[in-house]
């Protein structure tokens, strides 16, 4: 499996992160805007991180404005929006080496970088 970062090109945050980024010529980038993530990618990520609600922002704009907060959502609730909208991923999503780091935490980014390392 390659060292892909799924991401935003026009996320400040992702961009900021992804400056910061040692050896960032190891990972092949996925802006997913213009190029929506698969069930197959999905289904990668799911069988890394073990969730679909792992993989989900509930900081979306669309999360609030649908919303699904004041819904029960399951995880086939959460696989079906986060093929829906690229905004529903909680990005960037790092795979490394066959292991997932999901989001823009402090703690993730400095896990990614000595992964990168």
Do not use: W
């Amino acid at each position: 499996m390659e060292n892909k970062i799924y991401y935003l090109a026009s996320c400040d945050t992702c961009r900021k992160i992804i400056k910061s980024l040692p050896n960032s010529d190891r990972l092949t980038f996925h802006d997913i805007r213009q190029n929506p993530i698969t069930e197959q990618e999905l289904e990668e990520m799911y069988q890394l991180s073990g969730s679909y609600e792992a993989l989900f922002s509930k900081k979306a704009q669309l999360y609030k404005s649908m919303d699904l907060k004041n819904k029960n959502l399951t995880e086939a609730d959460f696989k079906k929006y986060l093929l829906e909208h690229y905004t529903f991923l909680s990005r960037p999503v790092f795979i490394i080496n066959d292991k997932i780091y999901i989001g823009n935490g402090q703690k993730n980014i400095i896990e990614v970088i000595k992964a990168l390392t």
